[in-house]
Nanobody, 110 residues
């Protein structure tokens, strides 16, 4: 299964974006969102399990919401209250991770 993220862009601080993650080559169970800020390591930020339960890193709790549409084989990341620190390339992947896609760039201007 390969997952591809999309939906990034340039947004002002305080704004919102919705990222999409679409699977090809099969169905997925648990999906993670990661991000990689400039000059930083890739870090995990959110997870959704097959049953729809979710987990988040503390610094995105209350601002980001992960959801899934099994009929479309897709997972979404709704990001509200974006801050400059949220700038980076966002990736989605299965758990455990398979190959990494290109990710989608989110740039938050202050």
């Amino acid at each position: 299964v390969q997952l591809q993220a999309s939906g990034g862009g340039l947004v002002q601080a305080g704004g919102s974006l919705r990222l999409s993650c679409v699977a090809s080559g099969g169905m997925f169970n648990t999906v993670d969102w990661y991000r990689q800020a400039p000059r930083e390591q890739r870090e995990w930020i959110a997870r959704i399990f097959r049953d729809g339960s979710t987990e988040y890193r503390d610094f995105v709790k209350g601002r980001f919401t992960i959801s899934r549409d099994s009929a479309k084989n897709a997972v979404y990341l709704q990001m509200n209250g974006l801050q400059s620190e949220d700038t980076g390339v966002y990736y989605c992947n299965t758990q455990p991770p398979s190959s990494w896609g290109q990710g989608t760039l989110v740039t938050v201007s202050s």
